[in-house]
């Protein structure tokens, strides 16, 4: 798919290549209120300012696209903009007999509380003395300024997961689960899991799993990116009487965005 030419917004000094305040166009000073997004080369997260509500948005290619938690992380240092709110979680489980298999239910509710505020660097701006006296010739310095970043409700979700032992044996466990994610903000989604167990030995246990979850934005995924979603791993663990411990990995793909891997160790007493 090819992108439309967008022309720039201001001129550019042809001898130093800076950008001067001069409007590449004339018509472009009829706009009021700017939006103003840059995409990161070669990815699909666009960063955005927004006049409004001056704030800085950090976006993946459509509106609705899920950013990981560990890349919106990284971009929000890289951008210097912290972001404060309280809020809790509410949820609970009920564990009950099936057909004389296992079967769990629980539920989920998330950042439940106050707004979210910025606060940080990426909101400070230095102001030109023309620009608070227009039409004055001014000769001072440039002046320090923040700009009033708006607060808005966390984006609160919505969880119910189900899992049921299939089948169960002195050697092995076989366990499905699926969920039902709704958030305010994004389209309904599904996810499907399972985990094959096997036991080794007397205190050792290996375990497969696999999974998939079903998004209803960005359906125009092609080739590769259509496994967005699919997630894989496996972990041992061990009993050592005094304590249990286990290591596990995980896969997970995320379409545009590269997948990530992860590893964990966990110690229990």
């Given at each position: 798919m090819k992108y439309p030419k967008i022309e720039t917004l201001f001129v550019r000094d042809e001898q130093t290549f800076k950008v001067t305040d001069e409007l590449r166009h004339p018509e472009f000073g009829l706009i009021k209120t700017w939006h103003v997004t840059e995409k990161i080369d070669g990815t699909n997260i666009r960063i955005g300012l927004q006049p409004l509500a001056p704030i800085i948005s950090i976006q993946g290619r459509t509106d609705a696209a899920e950013i990981p938690p560990f890349l919106r992380s990284e971009l929000e240092k890289m951008f210097d903009v912290e972001k404060v709110a309280d809020a809790f979680d509410l949820g609970t489980n009920y564990h009950a007999d099936f057909l004389g298999r296992e079967i769990r239910l629980a539920f989920l509710i998330r950042n439940i509380g106050g707004n979210m505020a910025f606060s940080g660097n990426g909101l400070k701006i230095s102001v030109k003395p023309e620009d608070l006296y227009p039409g004055n010739d001014i000769?001072?310095?440039?002046?320090?300024?923040?700009?009033?970043?708006?607060?808005?409700?966390?984006?609160?979700?919505?969880?119910?997961?189900?899992?049921?032992?299939?089948?169960?044996?002195?050697?092995?466990?076989?366990?499905?689960?699926?969920?039902?994610?709704?958030?305010?903000?994004?389209?309904?989604?599904?996810?499907?899991?399972?985990?094959?167990?096997?036991?080794?030995?007397?205190?050792?246990?290996?375990?497969?799993?696999?999974?998939w979850e079903f998004r209803g934005d960005e359906l125009d995924l092609s080739g590769t990116e259509r496994l967005r979603g699919l997630s894989a791993g496996g972990g041992i663990a061990y009993?050592?009487?005094?304590?249990?411990?286990?290591?596990?990995?995980?896969?997970?793909?995320?379409?545009?965005?590269?997948?990530?891997?992860?590893?964990?160790l966990s110690i229990a007493f």
């Open positions: 000769a001072r310095q440039d002046r320090e300024a923040v700009r009033r970043a708006t607060r808005f409700k966390l984006p609160t979700s919505f969880h119910i997961g189900l899992a049921y032992t299939i089948h169960t044996s002195d050697l092995h466990n076989w366990l499905a689960a699926v969920e039902f994610s709704q958030n305010n903000n994004m389209p309904t989604s599904y996810s499907l899991g399972s985990e094959l167990s096997r036991k080794i030995g007397k205190n050792a246990t290996a375990a497969m799993r696999a999974g009993d050592f009487i005094a304590f249990k411990g286990s290591i596990d990995y995980a896969y997970r793909n995320w379409g545009r965005l590269k997948s990530s891997h992860l590893f964990s």
